[in-house]
Every structure is written in structure tokens, then in C-alpha cells.
Antibody, heavy 122, light 111 residues
């Protein structure tokens, strides 16, 4: 079955960076874009950006530009999201999610990874 | 402040029908971009419930249905059951922001 498995919870200090991984299985990795979405406590989801697993082309939400990097490794079917200059407001659960339509950047999100809690605290 | 507006909560008795609205604008739902819906049970990742305005993935009961008109969309749940208690989110695409956008979520409570 199609599955996205993320790395474990992280605790970081303000100003640090965090890198979250998302390993895909059960489908042809190169055929589907991957989104990153975060959800702060008690809030709705917030789209962060998207990566094409082939060639690493990316697009980010404006509020994250300059602070986020997304990469992919086709040899391990894994995508990564790195967020730098962390502040307390970045405390959230970070999800990767596969785009619902093959070979297209726009659509629905299905499935989602299990989520990675990132806590930013001094 | 979410781009798409949803009521914070709705409730209903078992067996009843509830609807959740999702209001957007001319740069997202009103621009004919599709609306998708997700169900999020406590402490779990969101799960796709409706895609392309009114399509159900395999495994989703036909008690769930979606519709769209103008700058708004709706999710209906008929025959409400206890395990429908969850948060529900709508999602679309916004041309001004050049990316996907979500609603703030609606908590469904079964009385």
C-alpha cells in the first residue's frame, strides 16, 4: 500500500535548524510530487511547499521562502524538509503528503505521513 | 486567519444529517478550483475524505458527500455516527497566493 513514513520528533532551540525526512513506498516515487504541510497546536493545516522528486524543483509558500529547503533522494525514495532560524511559533506537527494526481503539482493530498512533532523552546 | 472560512463547530444526534460550509473568494473556490475535504481524528494525520468537489476515495462511506457552488463548498454527513467525531478541513487552490489553502477546521460533535 502507498505509505509515507516520517522521522521522529525533534526538540530544538530558537535559531537552530531542523531536518525532517519522509520515506515513500508502495508506488513509483518519481511520478508524484510531495507537499509539506504543518499544523500548529489547535490550528488548521498550513501549506509550506512542494517538491518534484525528480530534479528537486521546488515551490514554497511566501512566508517560508528563505528559511525552508526541500530535497529528494531517488535512491532511497526519501524527501527531506529543512527549516532554519527556528522560533517558538514554528512549534507544530510537520506532515509530508503525496499529491493526488500523478505528474502534476496541483491537487489533493493523499496519503499523508504520520507527522513529525517539532518543538522549539529555549 | 485561514483563507477558507469554516464554522468552528457543528453537532448532531446519531442518525442526523449535518453540513459543514467552506467559504472562499474569487481567487480560490470562486475561480473554479476544486475543493477537497479531510477528516482528522484526534492525534492522527488528516485523511482524504472527498476530492474534486464531490468524489469519494474507495473506502469512504457514501454517508459523506461534497458539493460546490460559487465561492462556497459544503460537506454533508448523513446518518451521523459516534466515530464521525473529528475535525474536518476543506482545501482548495488560491491563484493570488499561488498555492494550496486550507480552512480553519470544523469540529463535529455527536450528541
Amino acid at each position: 500500500q502507498v505509505q509515507l513514513v516520517q522521522s521522529g520528533a525533534e526538540m530544538k532551540k530558537p535559531g537552530a535548524s531542523v531536518k525532517v525526512s519522509c520515506k515513500a513506498s508502495g508506488y513509483t516515487f518519481r511520478n508524484y510530487y510531495i507537499h509539506w504541510v504543518r499544523q500548529a497546536p489547535g490550528q488548521g493545516p498550513e501549506w509550506m511547499g512542494i517538491i518534484n522528486p525528480i530534479g528537486d524543483s521546488t515551490k514554497f509558500a511566501q512566508q517560508f521562502q528563505g528559511r525552508v529547503t526541500m530535497t529528494s533522494d531517488t535512491s532511497t525514495n526519501t524527501v527531506y524538509m529543512e527549516l532554519s532560524s527556528l522560533r517558538s511559533e514554528d512549534t507544530a506537527v510537520y506532515y509530508c503528503a503525496r499529491n493526488g494526481i500523478a505528474e502534476a503539482p496541483r491537487g489533493w493530498f493523499d496519503p499523508w505521513g504520520q507527522g513529525t512533532l517539532v518543538t522549539v523552546s529555549s | 486567519q485561514s483563507v477558507l472560512t469554516q464554522p468552528p463547530s457543528v453537532s448532531g444526534a446519531p442518525g442526523q444529517r449535518v453540513t459543514i460550509s467552506c467559504t472562499g473568494s474569487s481567487s480560490n473556490i470562486g475561480a473554479a478550483y476544486d475543493v477537497h475535504w479531510y477528516q482528522q481524528l484526534p492525534e492522527t494525520a488528516p485523511k482524504l475524505l472527498i476530492y474534486g468537489n464531490n468524489n469519494r476515495p474507495s473506502g469512504v462511506p457514501d454517508r459523506f458527500s461534497g458539493s460546490k457552488s460559487g465561492t462556497s463548498a459544503s460537506l454533508a454527513i448523513t446518518g451521523l455516527q459516534a466515530d464521525d467525531e473529528a475535525d474536518y478541513y476543506c482545501q482548495s487552490y488560491d491563484s493570488s497566493l499561488s498555492g494550496p489553502v486550507f480552512g480553519g477546521g470544523t469540529k463535529v460533535t455527536v450528541l
